[in-house]
Structure formats: structure tokens, C-alpha cells
């Protein structure tokens, strides 16, 4: 056989192996989902490519790095085709031009997601990303603690949330109620408490309402749990990281803990006898959780977007809950149950109707990380809760002004 026959040969067989719109996409996922070889998502990418003719590259990329590789790399019109984002990082990416709209591609399969989670995909009216995965955050509990407390039932109000932290708090044991994080970490605390008083961040209209009487009736309300009451050990004006906030946690010295669904491996791993428990958060006014999670989007500069496509409603579409349920984390596609997912998910389940999402403004990231994490620390140090709100409100405002 010539060459030339050869590789004819070998192009027509190709070509019935292989549909004739193969495609060939990068995808870059956070580390957790691809954290070894046989994690759950490379199985489902193999699906994928059997049944779609399509290859894909997965690269796991630390979720520290992942937003600054991504900016550096989009903004040379490089980068993947597809990529997970944290939903907090959409709106500042969809602004600079980064992300694919796909307003009219998502317009007849908008009503199989929940929500919450569907909206944390969209800026300024336009969709630009589907969910991965939901999560909020709930209250963990040391029901150790809280029985030697005096206490025979988990806080459901802001005020058993009160009585149980200065109830479990002992300066000379070293024993303290609560763990939070500083700066940006202890903001993302913070804001469920400012939902559930009935108050705002920024609302659908764009005002800056921070400094109104219930967002700050929430910053005193967990604040005072340390400049009042010592119920928060010291590591509440350093901890910037979720280890660092796990840690009085695991360690027995914290009897609570507000996190997501994310804590349950590392408080397992850090210390498989500790006795907890999990349940919604303690409602103030109304009840409230920050939404969180990851999205899919599409580079606005991929050569494959029909493929990108293809493979974004893979992951998210009807496939997901099963999924998402290898990972134990919360699908966000709506028209599943949650029936494969373990009795520690049920609360994060319990208050998916009442999450929300953070602001969608393209700036948000410098908000929360510059403004209301340094707002945050400068409560815990003393400045008047009134005074550090009318601070941030006042930041804010010139910011979104700009």
C-alpha cells in the first residue's frame, strides 16, 4: 500500500470513528473536583468524549490561583474554552469581555436550574454562565460542648446562637462559643446575618445600603460576640483562610462553626472523633444564607463554541445531580431530588430556597476583599459598627460611581 493509499485509509476510518465536528476543548476545573486520577469528573469527561466525538484537556487549578490564571491568561486572548469559576468572579469577567454570552443558547433550559444558583450566572441581564454546583453556608455544632453547656438543642434564633456561645465560652479552659474568620473571610460570614436582619449590601437597583440600621444591627450582632462577650477566640482578627477558621473547630476550643459543605472533609480528616452535627442557620427577622459554588462559562475567545456548548450542559444539565452527588455537594439543576446525597448535606439542602447571592457588580471582588473585609477587621478593633458601615457605604459608593 502507498503512502499516500495508507493514509487515505486511515483519514476514512478516522472519519467514521469520529464525528465530523470533533472538536478539541481545553477545560481548567478547581482543584477539589480533580484532585487524582480517579476523581469523579474525568469519568464524566470520558462520557463525554464517547459520546460526543469531541477530546478534552483537564487541568485542575488550585481555587487561590485559578481566578488570577484566568484573568492573566483571558486577558492575552488565551486560556481554555471552557472553565469553573467561582460565581463571585462572573460579573468581573463577563465585564472585561472574558465570558461568552449565552443569553439565547440558555433561553429554553433557563427553567431546569434552581434559581438562586442560575442567577449568579448572569450580569446585567444577560447569562453568561450555568452552575456547577451550589453550597451556602449553616451552623456546626460540637454537641459535645453543648451538652456539657447545658444545653439539649442545636440554636434555631439569633438569640439561642447568642446564649449557646457565651453558654460554651470558658477564658480559662480556653473554650469559646464561636469561630469566625477576618477580613474577607468573616465578611462572607457576615453576610447572611445582614440578610436575615432584613437588610442589604447592594440591592437589584444599585443602591449601597450597608450602613442602614439592620445591616448593621448584623455586624454588631456577631461582632459583640468579641469585643462584648470574648466568645470568639483570638484567631478571629488573623484567620484568612478556612483552615485557619476550621481550626479552634476541630481542635474542641470553638463549640460552632458557620460554614459550608466544604468543611465537612477537612473537620472529618482534622479530627474523626469529634462529635458535630449540622443545621440550618439561626434565623434573625427572616431566614437567609449566602449562596456559593461554581459555574461553567465559555471564553469569549474559544474556536469551539458549539463544542464548548455542548460540553457546558453536559456538566450541568440532567447528568449533574448523580454527578455532583460523587463530590456530596448540591446540584443545582432543579428538576432532580437530592436522594443520593449523605444525612450532613440535608441542611445545606433545607436552605437552598433561602439563599442569595452576593451582589453582581463587575467590582464585587474589590468589595468584598478591600471594603467590607477591612470594614470587618476594623469593628473587631473597636471602630463603632455605625461608624466602620457609613465608612464602607460611603467606599462602595464611590466605587460603583467611578
Do not use: C, K
Not at 478571629?236 to 459543605?261: C, H, K, Y
Not at 443545621?279 to 461554581?294: F, K, M, N, Q, S
Not at 463530590?327 to 430556597?353: G, H
Request: net charge negative; proline share 5%.
Amino acid at each position: 500500500m502507498t503512502r499516500f493509499s495508507l493514509l487515505a485509509t486511515t483519514t476514512a476510518l478516522a472519519m467514521i470513528a469520529v464525528p465530523a465536528m470533533a472538536d478539541d476543548l481545553v477545560f481548567w476545573v478547581n482543584a477539589p473536583l480533580a484532585d487524582g486520577p480517579d476523581a469523579p469528573i474525568y469519568a464524566e469527561i470520558e462520557a463525554f468524549e464517547e459520546a460526543t466525538g469531541h477530546s478534552v484537556e483537564v487541568q485542575s487549578v488550585a481555587h487561590n490561583e485559578l481566578e488570577r490564571n484566568l484573568t492573566v491568561a483571558l486577558t492575552g486572548g488565551a486560556g481554555p474554552d471552557v472553565m469553573a469559576v467561582d460565581l463571585a468572579w462572573v460579573a468581573a469577567m463577563a465585564d472585561a469581555g472574558f465570558l461568552t454570552d449565552v443569553t439565547e443558547r440558555t433561553s429554553e433550559v433557563s427553567n431546569e436550574y434552581q434559581p438562586g444558583p442560575l442567577a449568579s450566572g448572569r450580569y446585567q441581564q444577560r447569562q453568561y454562565a450555568l452552575p456547577l454546583y451550589t453550597n451556602n453556608v449553616a451552623l456546626y455544632v460540637n454537641d459535645d460542648m453543648l451538652s456539657e453547656a447545658g444545653i439539649d438543642a442545636a440554636p434555631t434564633t439569633w438569640e439561642d446562637m447568642h446564649a449557646a456561645a457565651v453558654a460554651m465560652t470558658d477564658a480559662e479552659a480556653g473554650t469559646y462559643g464561636l469561630t469566625l474568620g477576618s477580613n474577607r473571610t468573616g465578611a462572607f460570614q457576615l453576610y447572611s446575618f445582614i440578610w436575615q436582619a432584613g437588610g442589604e449590601i447592594i440591592d437589584e437597583e444599585g443602591n449601597v445600603r450597608v450602613a442602614e440600621p439592620e445591616a448593621v444591627s448584623a455586624v454588631e450582632f456577631l461582632s459583640d460576640l468579641y469585643t462584648d462577650e470574648g466568645a470568639l477566640p483570638e484567631s478571629v482578627l488573623t484567620a484568612t483562610s478556612w483552615d485557619e477558621v476550621n481550626a479552634p473547630f476541630i481542635q474542641e476550643r470553638a463549640g460552632m462553626l458557620i460554614s459550608g459543605d466544604w468543611a465537612i472533609r477537612p473537620l472529618d480528616q482534622g479530627n474523626p472523633d469529634l462529635n458535630y452535627s449540622i443545621h440550618p442557620l439561626p434565623a434573625g427577622a427572616e431566614r437567609a444564607t449566602v449562596i456559593g459554588g461554581y459555574n461553567i462559562a465559555m471564553n469569549a475567545a474559544s474556536d469551539s463554541p458549539d463544542a464548548a456548548w455542548e460540553l457546558i450542559r453536559w456538566l450541568t444539565g440532567e447528568r449533574n445531580p448523580d454527578l455532583m452527588a460523587e463530590y456530596n455537594r448540591l446540584s443545582a439543576y432543579a428538576l432532580e431530588s437530592s436522594d443520593a446525597l449523605s444525612d450532613q448535606m440535608r441542611p445545606f439542602v433545607e436552605q437552598v430556597q433561602y439563599g442569595h447571592s452576593r451582589p453582581v457588580v463587575a467590582s464585587w471582588g474589590q468589595i468584598h476583599s478591600e471594603i467590607f473585609g477591612n470594614a470587618w477587621d476594623s469593628v473587631l478593633r473597636g471602630t463603632p459598627p455605625q461608624e466602620a458601615m457609613d465608612t464602607a457605604a460611603a467606599a462602595i459608593t464611590t466605587l460603583l460611581n467611578q
